[in-house]
């Protein structure tokens, strides 16, 4: 029986904002599908501006169970704030980053620095996840999963190897998400 089936368990409810932060071309839409529609689409569209979605995470291994709904913000790649100072308002007021790099192209992981730097003007105190993500594409790779370790030691973040194709850790990376979140409410 889980806390939820407990008789008199009462849900805790948070609504969190999330935002999605990384280069272009490195998945954060595609994860953002896999994770709320439970689809991959195979051809790129780049995002403009932001797209945002919503889903309810559902964390019951907590002391009290908690009913988490995401406002996903997907913020378009490669716009930092010192090149766009419109991007502070789409990140202020959030209460987690999923950060997303492309596992085939070194400069997307590279460029996470900046995206860290963007969310520390904002709000220091952040739940942040890092999404090292075509970790289908295991040929391909010019970073490898130490590095991308010890990034995220250096961000203070979790990580986690996702594919947005085959799913592998995108429901994983956006509850490691939602547990960080609810833990500091």
């Not at 806390?3 to 272009?24: H, I, M, W, Y």
């Not at 599908?33 to 501006?49: C, D, T, V």
């Amino acid at each position: 029986m889980t806390n939820s089936e407990q008789p008199g368990a009462s849900v805790r409810t948070l609504a969190k904002k999330v935002c999605l932060l990384g280069d272009f071309g490195v998945g954060k839409t595609s994860l953002v599908e896999r994770f709320i529609y439970g689809r991959f689409n195979p051809l790129y569209q780049a995002s403009i501006g932001v797209q945002t979605r919503r889903k309810v995470v559902m964390l019951d291994d907590l002391p009290q169970p908690t009913e988490v709904k995401m406002v996903i913000w997907d913020i378009a790649g490669s716009q930092r704030l010192s090149d766009n100072p419109m991007r502070e308002s789409y990140l202020r007021g959030s209460h987690g980053a999923l950060l997303v790099c492309d596992l085939t192209r070194r400069e997307t992981v590279d460029a996470l620095r900046g995206y860290v730097e963007d969310l520390a003007r904002v709000k220091v105190d952040m739940a942040v996840v890092l999404a090292a993500n075509k970790a289908d594409l295991e040929a391909e790779r010019e970073v490898s999963v130490e590095e991308v370790a010890e990034l995220a030691t250096a961000m203070d973040a979790k990580y986690l190897l996702t594919s947005a194709k085959d799913g592998r850790n995108v429901e994983a990376a956006f509850q490691a998400l939602a547990e960080m979140m609810a833990a500091v409410s």
